[in-house]
């Protein structure tokens, strides 16, 4: 008979060897965020590394989701690795490696529902989105997609179809940026959006903050489609910054008639830094200068508006499938009537 002490030298033999097969062949290079490599536009552009850094927190998140079996001790390694305005993105990137858990492996549980309504809570919007990235990795995963979310809180889960769209408009840019391509016409009316709202999240990486870039690849999209790009755009000012003043202030003019729906994209980003606690000082210009706003008062505008939907609908299929178009369309009249 094997003692206690053998089996558990054996098993943590065992998880070591798991882990490095997983490092092995699973681990992402942080050279997959260099602007060179993606053949990017905006190889030359200075808010460059800030924006590759962004894409590294992303790798090393997910890194250290691959080889951390244990959620608490995951987390305590995410905060203390990354500094607050990064810590964000690395839980983005583990959430990419809890779905491919889930979707690859079935008897895996359901391990991304189970991080975000615990351990990861704080994050639990951004790590929805890196989620995104799985769907997009694994050759069925656009097939899977409304069926997996269907596991998840509806209030999150459809943070997926934005992190699908982002990792289409980063990774095949040519195609879904320079060539319009379209959402797929499998999904639904509201993740239909999302992936554009990714989409056009993309273009702050692939045009390195550019403005008038941005403003050139939107323009020739179909209207509709645009409304939702600029929506992107404007979560990216504020929860990934990167640009000085001056070219966050000319954003709204150059949105044109879509300047509300730009800037309905920063009070989600300012509602993930204040329930996550990891404030940006890019978060903090982004609502003073374009809202007006402190971070807590544009924050607030979501959690008005999200306890105002909830009130409105028991129904949890509508809840499913119109919660983020819902949001949006109430915080951008809110805006519309503040200015």
């Not at 069925?140 to 979310?149: A, D, K, T, V």
């Not at 809180?153 to 195609?175: E, I, K, N, V």
């Not at 709202?197 to 941005?214: C, L, P, Q, T, Y």
Request: hydrophobic share 40%; charged share 25%; net charge neutral.
């Amino acid at each position: 008979m094997l003692h206690a002490s053998t089996i558990d030298r054996r098993s943590s033999v065992g998880a070591r060897a798991l882990n490095r097969l997983k490092s092995r062949f699973l681990d992402l290079s942080p050279k997959e965020a260099d602007f060179v490599r993606r053949g990017f536009p905006a190889v030359e552009s200075a808010s460059r590394a800030h924006l590759e850094q962004i894409i590294e927190s992303f790798i090393g998140g997910y890194n250290i989701a691959l080889v951390e079996g244990d959620m608490s001790q995951l987390t305590q390694r995410l905060d203390t690795s990354f500094t607050p305005e990064f810590v964000g993105f690395a839980y983005e990137g583990a959430g990419l490696y809890f779905a491919l858990a889930d979707l690859v492996i079935p008897r895996s549980g359901n391990r991304l529902a189970v991080f975000t309504r615990s351990f990861g809570e704080k994050h639990d919007f951004i790590t929805m989105v890196g989620a995104g990235f799985a769907v997009a990795r694994i050759p069925f995963g656009l097939r899977r997609l409304e069926s997996y979310q269907q596991r998840l809180d509806p209030l999150t889960a459809w943070c997926l179809a934005d992190g699908y769209g982002f990792h289409h408009g980063f990774f095949h840019w040519r195609f879904f940026i320079e060539e319009r391509g379209a959402a797929p016409a499998s999904l639904d009316r509201q993740n239909r959006s999302l992936f554009d709202a990714g989409v056009g999240r993309a273009m702050w990486w692939v045009f390195g903050a550019d403005a008038e870039s941005i403003k050139a690849a939107i323009s020739p999209f179909d209207k509709d489609r645009r409304a939702e790009m600029w929506s992107g755009i404007g979560t990216a000012i504020a929860y990934a910054g990167g640009v000085p003043t001056d070219v966050m202030a000319i954003l709204p003019k150059l949105a044109g008639e879509h300047r509300f729906d730009l800037l309905s994209g920063i009070p989600f980003a300012a509602y993930m830094r204040t329930k996550g606690g990891n404030p940006a000082p890019w978060t903090d210009e982004a609502c003073s200068l374009l809202l007006k706003l402190t971070v807590t008062e544009t924050s607030n505008l979501i959690a008005a508006e999200l306890t105002s939907y909830l009130n409105s609908t028991t129904n949890e299929s509508d809840k499913r499938n119109e919660c983020y178009l819902a949001l949006r369309t109430r915080v951008k009249r809110r805006l519309e009537d503040f200015f």
